[in-house]
């Protein structure tokens, strides 16, 4: 385990849609949910410090697209490691996060119970406790990378939890 000034890397769970039975009207599409949790090592950092610690960790540089992660890696997602700042972050309520990934689920049409019950528990859960909620936002053209296009969407959440002591960096995304 990789242990910044802040934040220990625990592992990570993966949600893939193409492993749940869907019904018909249902189609899983190439959608994933990819969660990584790190405990918070110090006691009670700012969330701006934690967000720091998150970009500067080996385990940010995952470029979604089936290598994993890359400790030489340039890359997170579709964009460019170089170009995500804490202030590339946007503070968000629960109730929008939730909306926003019942959004992105419910494009697959029917989704089966146990689908939904997984990502209540892993996703909405967390979103719920949380001391703080950021979304990746606001990153303009020249931060996407040349792999950029392969996500129809991505969608990133990191939930702090600085009562329970952990980050969750959650990856909502499509391929």
Not at 47 to 69: N, P, T, W
Not at 85 to 94: G, N, W
Not at 99 to 106: G, K
Request: hydrophobic share 35%; proline share 5%; glycine share 8%.
């Amino acid at each position: 385990m990789q242990t910044s000034a802040h934040l220990e890397y625990e592992g990570s769970s993966f949600i893939n849609f193409q492993d749940f039975d869907f019904p018909a009207g249902g189609n899983p599409s190439r959608q994933w949910i990819d969660i990584k949790q790190f405990t918070i090592a110090e006691s009670t950092p700012a969330s701006r410090d934690l967000l720091s610690a998150l970009i500067g960790d080996q385990h940010f540089r995952d470029d979604y697209i089936g290598g994993g992660v890359d400790p030489a890696g340039t890359r997170h997602g579709p964009y460019w490691i170089d170009r995500i700042t804490p202030d590339s972050y946007t503070h968000a309520p629960a109730d929008s996060v939730i909306a926003l990934v019942t959004r992105w689920v419910d494009q697959c049409g029917v989704v089966p119970d146990a689908l939904r019950q997984v990502i209540d528990r892993d996703v909405f859960g967390p979103a719920r406790t949380a001391t703080d909620i950021v979304t990746l936002s606001g990153l303009d053209s020249s931060a996407v990378n040349d792999y950029g296009f392969i996500h129809t969407e991505f969608h990133e959440i990191v939930t702090i939890d600085t009562t329970g002591g952990s980050l969750r960096l959650i990856v909502a995304a499509d391929d």
